[in-house]
């Protein structure tokens, strides 16, 4: 029998549930394959906590008493983003940390990883939706928006909520090779390595300008017929601004450049269309691409999934 590997999974009120749930079952079904993890449950004060779903979570001990961690893997929460974080939480997942062979965050508990110094100097992501507020809040971190779990040395970070699968079957990997996790993902009818990153599942367009902006004329227009000519001398027109201050405005306002951003609504449309059940060559005329050819590379390089990949991954769950 392997030596137990103690893995202590850091929770609070108001963590996702499938947050803790997910790589439990992980580590759980490995146990029938020949590993040896014992998951503690650890919290500020060793008691029980409310989960998102309102249900109480039963909990192990406290995490100043946990001794000594092969894996610490702190949860995720609505409650971490835009606002302070539980300042007696965050020092006591820095002191766990001497007493951890390895660190692992799970969806928005980065911000408890990046807020205890854990990050620095590090790269790491979190749940799509908030990469942009994790990389201005900690300039120190290199975030990747777009990678399911990013390993770091010892430190792991992985994106949102159920990509805690994802980084658990990666850590079984790394504890017991390669033929004994592929057992485990199978069991738990999951893919052992899924296709594509985060931005599959994220919005490609995700801030607009302030509604008095001279932007908004145009990122209007661009929204409501993406398939249009969009050229940055028509929209400097529109706006009535030379194309150096148009791309100037763009870059301040919005990050990005003019031809970047009809590109990002088009993706959006595209995906629209193929979530409404449209070819990829619909799909492709509809959003301005022109041909499927041009949609299918935009999407590999943009998504890392081709558009019928995309399609068959997130139509309808209706039987037809």
């Given amino acids: 029998m392997p030596a137990e590997h103690v893995v202590v999974v850091v929770v609070f009120d108001g963590m996702k549930l499938l947050d803790v749930a997910g790589p439990a079952e992980v580590f759980a079904e490995a146990n029938r394959f020949g590993a040896s993890y014992r998951l503690v449950m650890a919290s500020v004060d060793g008691s ?10 039963a909990v192990t001990t406290r995490i100043d008493d946990v ?25 006591a997942v820095q002191r766990l940390r001497q007493r951890s062979r390895r660190m692992a965050s799970i969806c928005t508990g ?16 979190t749940h799509w ?21 990013v390993r770091d040395g010892d430190v792991y970070t992985s994106a949102g909520v159920s990509a805690g699968i994802d980084l658990a079957l990666a850590l079984v990997e790394d504890d017991h090779g390669a033929d004994l996790v592929r057992e485990v993902a199978r069991s738990l009818v999951v893919f052992l390595k899924r296709s594509g990153g985060q931005s599959q599942f994220s919005a490609a367009v995700e801030a607009n300008p302030p509604t008095r902006s001279v932007l908004r004329v145009v990122t ?12 940055v001398k028509m929209l400097a027109a529109q706006a009535s601004l030379s194309t150096r201050q148009l791309t100037r405005l763009f870059q301040a306002e919005l990050g990005t450049t003019p031809a970047r951003y009809v590109e990002a609504i088009r993706v959006d449309a595209a995906r629209a269309a193929l979530d409404a059940g449209s070819s990829v060559a619909d799909a492709a005329r ?3 691409f022109g041909s499927a050819e041009t ?5 590999i390089g943009e998504l890392g999934i081709s558009p019928k990949a995309y399609r068959d991954r997130f139509r309808s769950t209706a039987r037809g």
């Fill in 220 to 231: 209007d227009a661009i929204a409501a017929d993406p398939a249009a000519n969009h050229n």
């Fill in 67 to 91: 001794e000594f961690a092969d894996t610490t893997m702190v949860s995720g929460g609505d409650e971490l983003v835009g606002r302070p974080i539980d300042p007696d939480l965050v020092d």
């Fill in 110 to 125: 980065s911000f408890v990883l990046a807020r205890a110094g854990l990050l620095s100097g590090r790269r790491a992501t």
């Fill in 129 to 149: 939706r908030h990469t942009r507020l994790l990389a201005r809040a900690y300039p120190d971190v290199t975030v990747e928006p777009d990678a399911i779990f």
């Fill in 286 to 288: 509809t959003a301005g």
């Fill in 48 to 57: 029980d906590v409310r989960t998102s779903i309102g249900a109480r979570f």
């Fill in 295 to 299: 949609l299918r590379r935009v999407f």
